[in-house]
Structure formats: structure tokens, C-alpha cells
């Protein structure tokens, strides 16, 4: 059957997203004696037992759809973040409300400015709607270049994707870029920050994105319960914008697109603040033995405002991330990224992280 004559023009060129491996997979595989997985920035630890139990409070409601709107969390996340309860919509993850955003606002043929070794999320969604993306490469330090960013905004130009901090590199732009980055920014070009990370983020200069908000900005800022709150398996994320924004986005929403369980521990993590800064912490401390054990292999990394470093392992680090697989270590390869001698390591716990290092200290001095 010639099933490209069907499609709908932009989908035919798409690559299938690429997940880190799963632990199932490599035990069938490699069967190797255990599988520490530091492959797709997950918290390591479980949730806390408060929210554990209000997921098994909630499991017997489950033969009743959940509620779209998300109305038991929403008042409380509002008052968790200073901001009103319409100015807050949820997703199936951040990735669903980055295709709802692209739904909402993309017409076919109009540009998407995307910083060039991201995560590949923005790009997919730009595609699958017809949109044009227009990359902004990394500077010298991995950063992105907000001055080449605003380069690349032409009056086709409707969103502009800016990670911050950026997936795989870690790094952040402060306060100060951002704000002359804003002087540049066209009234017809919306933007979106994704900070899934940014409760890892103890920078100063790092720009609270919903104080542009309230100062009137076009802006959308993503977050989710998926990385510092320990909920990646129950799939929620939220947008924070303006209540114009976020009824549109409604328009776009399925109905039914966040779980009730989800919305019940994301609720029950709120309330988990001290879990959630201690689980900060120990990621911090395990970032400076992993830095100190890195420097001592002489080897380059990002100093990182997440719980992820990208790692310059000096050498083909796809035949690495192999090898590290037969072992049952899964990380990232950066050639995903384009940049063929990193790879990508989520911190995990303490005996996982030495589990990594005694394995890469192995291969690199062989
Ligand atoms: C930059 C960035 N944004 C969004 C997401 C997706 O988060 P979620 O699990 O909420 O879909 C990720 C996940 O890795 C990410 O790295």
C-alpha cells in the first residue's frame, strides 16, 4: 500500500522520538546482573508515602473520568505560585502541552525559531502541525545565544521554543540576556520557556519567568511534576500564561488528558516540599562527587543547573554507551544531539552514580 499518498504533509519526514532505554529492555537484552537507569532525568528516588497513599485513595475512583480542568489542583498550584487558577492548564506531560501550543497557534507554513541540539519535542510538534523550524545553534559554552535567537525572528515567525534550562546541556540563560532578549522580541512572535528543571536551578540570575507574565509579556511557561516531584510515570506537566492563552488552549485540550491519579499525587506532592528540597540536595551532592570523580579522568563536562551533566567522554561515545549497555548502564549518546563524543547522564543515587563512574573509569583508562 502506498501510504504516503494519505499523509498529511510534514509527517512523512518525522523521526520517531527515541526514549532512553528501559530496564526491561536491557535485562532481556544484555541480561546483566543489575540495570541502573541514568537515561531520561528521572528522580531517583520513589515518591513519598503521602503521595503514594493518595494515589491509592484515589485508585478506587477510577472507573469515573477525571476532570480536564483539573480543579482540585489548580486552586492550590495557583496559590503555591502566586498566580490565578485560569492562568494555569495541564497536560499529559509538558510534551502534550507543547503539541497543544503548536495546535493552537501554528498555521501551515509559518516558522518556528528552536534552538539546534535540544530536546526534540519542539521540533516534532512544529512538523506534525506543517510549522517551519528554524534552528539557533549553541555558543562556544553550550549556551544557548539568545542575540542569534533574535536573529532569526522574521515577521513568519509565530513561537519561539527557549529550554531553560536546555536539555542536554544544563546550562541557563540569567535575567539580564533574557530581558534584552525580550526588547528584541516582534509582537506577532509567541514564546514559550520550558523549565522542566527548574526547581534544580540555585542561580540568582535566573529569570522568574511568571513575573513576565503578570507584566504583560506573550509568554507560556512550561513546567511539570515529572523531574524534582518524582511523578514521570503518571504523566502531568503544566502551562502558566495569560487566561486569554490558556481558554485557547482549551479549545485544543482532550477532554480527558490528565489522569485522576495524576492529578491526586501531583496534589499530594505539592504538599511535599521538605521531600522534594531534600531529593535536591542529595542530586546537588551526588552532581559534586560525580564533578570531582569526572576531573580526576581529566575528562570536559557542563557544569549543570539540573539533575542531568553532559559529559565529553573523548572518544566515540556511541561504541561507550554501548559498551556501558552489556554492563546494564543506560545513559544518553550524544550523537542525538549531534555531538558525537558526549553522552548524557542523569545523577542518580549514590551506589547507581559509583556504579557509573567505576564502569567509565574502566573503559576510558583501557
Ligand atoms: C526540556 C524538557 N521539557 C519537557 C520535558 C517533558 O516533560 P514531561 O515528562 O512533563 O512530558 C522534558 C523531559 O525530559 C525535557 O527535558
Avoid at 495557583?78 to 499529559?92: R, T, V, Y
Avoid at 540569567?174 to 528543571?197: N, Q
Avoid at 523531574?227 to 502558566?240: E, F, P
Wanted: aromatic share 10%.
Amino acid at each position: 500500500m502506498d501510504i504516503d499518498r494519505y499523509l498529511r504533509k510534514g509527517i512523512k519526514g518525522l523521526k520517531p522520538y527515541i526514549p532512553g532505554k528501559s530496564e526491561e529492555e536491557i535485562r532481556e537484552t544484555y541480561h546483566p546482573p543489575e540495570v541502573v537507569k541514568l537515561a531520561s532525568n528521572e528522580n531517583p528516588s520513589s515518591p513519598p508515602g503521602a503521595v503514594i497513599e493518595a494515589i491509592q485513595q484515589e485508585a478506587i475512583h477510577v472507573n469515573r473520568y477525571p476532570d480536564g480542568k483539573c480543579r482540585n489542583l489548580a486552586p492550590k498550584l495557583a496559590s503555591f505560585l502566586g498566580c490565578n487558577p485560569d492562568e494555569l492548564i495541564f497536560g499529559n506531560g509538558a510534551e502534550e502541552l507543547i503539541l497543544m501550543v503548536c495546535q493552537a497557534f501554528l498555521n501551515e507554513g509559518e516558522t518556528c525559531v528552536i534552538v539546534s541540539n535540544t530536546f526534540d519535542a519542539y521540533e516534532t510538534a512544529v512538523r506534525i502541525m506543517g510549522g517551519v523550524p528554524v534552528f539557533s545553534p549553541l555558543d562556544s559554552q553550550y549556551r544557548i545565544n539568545l542575540d542569534d535567537v533574535a536573529g532569526r525572528i522574521t515577521p513568519d515567525t509565530k513561537l519561539i521554543f527557549l529550554p531553560n534550562p536546555n536539555n542536554p546541556t544544563g546550562t541557563i540563560f540569567t535575567r539580564s540576556e533574557f530581558e534584552k532578549f525580550l526588547r528584541h522580541l516582534p509582537e506577532k512572535a509567541f514564546l514559550v520557556l520550558d523549565e522542566a528543571y527548574h526547581e534544580y536551578v540555585n542561580d540568582p540570575d535566573y529569570p522568574d519567568s511568571i513575573e513576565y507574565i503578570k507584566k504583560g509579556v506573550p509568554l507560556l511557561v512550561l513546567r511539570t511534576f515529572s523531574k524534582a516531584y518524582g511523578l514521570a510515570g503518571l504523566r502531568i506537566g503544566y502551562a502558566v500564561s495569560h487566561p486569554s492563552v490558556i481558554e485557547l488552549l482549551h479549545h485544543v485540550r482532550l477532554p480527558f488528558n490528565v489522569n485522576r491519579l495524576a492529578e491526586a499525587a501531583a496534589s499530594a506532592a505539592l504538599d511535599q516540599q521538605v521531600w522534594v528540597q531534600k531529593r535536591i540536595t542529595e542530586i546537588n551532592e551526588e552532581k559534586a562527587f560525580i564533578y570531582k570523580a569526572l576531573r580526576g579522568m581529566k575528562l570536559f563536562f557542563i557544569p549543570s543547573h539540573t539533575n542531568f551533566i553532559f559529559i565529553n567522554v573523548q572518544c566515540d561515545a556511541e561504541h561507550l554507551f554501548r559498551n556501558l549497555l552489556h554492563q546494564g548502564i543506560i545513559v544518553r549518546q550524544g550523537s542525538i544531539w549531534g555531538f558525537k563524543t558526549f553522552i548524557r547522564l542523569t545523577v542518580g543515587n549514590h551506589r547507581e552514580n559509583e556504579r557509573f563512574l567505576t564502569a567509565l573509569k574502566k573503559m576510558i583508562s583501557s
